[in-house]
């Protein structure tokens, strides 16, 4: 299985038709093999102070970038070859951006740890959700931080920690479609609506056995994942 992580920089975050990708990064998750770390020649903007605060890209960086069309040739290779395509906030931010700018349409499931993060890690009504908030919370530590490369690092360790903590001894959910066990309601929604199938059972993990939902009787007496990371007062 390919499971690709992708981070973009930009020109700003709002109205897609107004903003230049200046940077992309995929990286394997598996092999953590760099497939792509490009900054991407702009054909909207000639300058983006407020972003460059931030991702301190500067136009000069990326005059000589990919052309648009050679940097969609390699999203398109290697993003479409990907069994899941992880990130942070890429289901709402990257992934529609790359879709639009590209004209790109992938086929993978899409991990979006911000998402999984909020549900599983944290009383989400307290902790922020930033990538930073999320590597404090989780002790990692992002050494190059709005850079894409960067993030994407962050980001696997991120999904690699999260991953490890939701298989320890407690509670936690799985979906059955058709007749695979997801542990993820977002690629189990996400699978189910590709194969044309239900969500047919939800069950618990409890202490690493696999028990139906109607079987519990009292759930508070199990430790679970939003249990993990605790606000701190000052929250």
Known sequence: MKIYCVDLETTGVTDFSKIDILQCSIVDVETKTVLMNDFIKPEINTSWEE?????????DMVKDGLSIEDAALKIRKFLGEA????????NQFDLPLIEYKFNIKFDALKYDVMLEFR???????????KLEDACKALDIVNVKAHDALGDVNATIALYERMQKEMRKPRLSEAFKVGEK???SEMLAEQYAKKVGLPI?????????????VDSIKNLDKYWTLHDFVKPSSKN
Do not use: C, M, W
Request: glycine share 2%; hydrophobic share 40%; net charge positive.
């Open 83 to 90: 069994d899941i395509i992880v990130s942070y906030n890429g």
């Open 200 to 212: 047919s059972q939800k069950f618990y993990i409890v202490n690493k056995k696999v028990v139906p």
């Open 119 to 129: 549900r599983n890690f944290t009383l989400y009504e307290k902790i922020p959700f």
């Open 181 to 183: 066990l997801i542990y």
């Open 51 to 59: 972003a460059e605060k931030v991702n301190h890209i500067s136009p």
